[in-house]
């Protein structure tokens, strides 16, 4: 009888064990994550604000689809867009993806 309980002992030890292992990583993922919709966040807002100065600039300068046809573009349909990369992130920082910054790509 006593070799059952000090067998059941050990088990639950060791499943205890497992459990306290499980919650730390756990607790680790949440940080990770809570840590990434932060960025996230922060990305949202800087492409809301883009979007918004780009949308108030468009509609007061640039060229216009007849000033680009002028300028010697035959169809005025003017240059292919740009592309701005924006950073989600501070360099340095770790996002769970060796180390990578998280890119946007902004038409």
Do not use: W
Not at 4 to 27: C, F, P, V
Not at 85 to 92: I, R
Not at 95 to 101: F, I, R, V, Y
Request: proline letters at 5%; hydrophobic letters at 35%.
């Amino acid at each position: 009888m006593i070799e059952q309980l000090q067998a059941r002992l050990a088990e639950l030890k060791r499943e205890y064990q497992l459990g306290e292992g499980q919650l730390r990583e756990l607790t680790r993922q949440e940080a990770a994550l809570r840590e990434t919709l932060l960025r996230i966040s922060g990305a949202i807002q800087v492409l809301e604000e883009l979007t918004a100065a780009e949308a108030g600039d468009g509609a007061r300068s640039g060229p216009t689809r007849a000033d680009r046809s002028v300028a010697g573009d035959r169809n005025g349909t003017g240059d292919q867009p740009t592309e701005r990369n924006v950073t989600a992130n501070e360099p340095g920082d770790r996002n769970g993806a060796g180390d990578q910054p998280a890119v946007l790509t902004v038409p």
